[in-house]
């Protein structure tokens, strides 16, 4: 069955937003981090953030999207989402949400290997 399944993809203008959400069923909202990942066209799948813990106060934040890029979480709705504000055209990419618990350390979650769980993903075409 699904668990992790992300919508809110699009076309949009360089400096514009858009909001992705990763609705979670089944274990995947139970994991201790809910991360986010993108990979542009011929380009390998990289960290973009992630959210530690059920509160959703430790985020962190890949350097090429800090301070432009937000998560947070909605428990009630069992959703993460990934705010994307001043958008750029490098930032086209099919972008993927992720659950996972095998991490010792918050610098764990920054690789794909410490998730479990993911999504199809959606894509984000920025256009300059």
């Known amino acids: 069955q699904v668990q992790l399944e992300e919508s809110g993809g699009g076309l949009v203008q360089a400096g514009g937003s858009l909001r992705l959400s990763c609705a979670a069923s089944?274990?995947?909202?139970?994991?201790?981090?809910m991360g986010w990942f993108r990979r542009a066209p011929g380009k390998e799948r990289e960290f973009v953030g992630v959210?530690?813990?059920?509160?959703?106060?430790?985020?962190y934040y890949a350097d090429s999207v800090k301070g432009r890029f937000t998560i947070s979480r909605d428990n009630a709705k069992n959703t993460v989402y990934l705010q994307m504000n001043s958008l750029k055209p490098e930032d086209t990419a099919v972008y993927y949400c992720?659950?996972?618990?095998?991490?010792?350390?918050?610098?764990?979650?920054?690789?794909?290997?410490?998730?479990?769980?993911w999504g199809q993903g959606t894509t984000v075409t920025v256009s300059s």
């Open positions: 089944g274990r995947a909202f139970s994991s201790v981090a």
């Open positions: 959210t530690i813990g059920w509160s959703g106060d430790s985020t």
């Open positions: 992720a659950g996972g618990s095998r991490g010792n350390y918050y610098s764990a979650y920054f690789n794909r290997g410490a998730y479990d769980y």
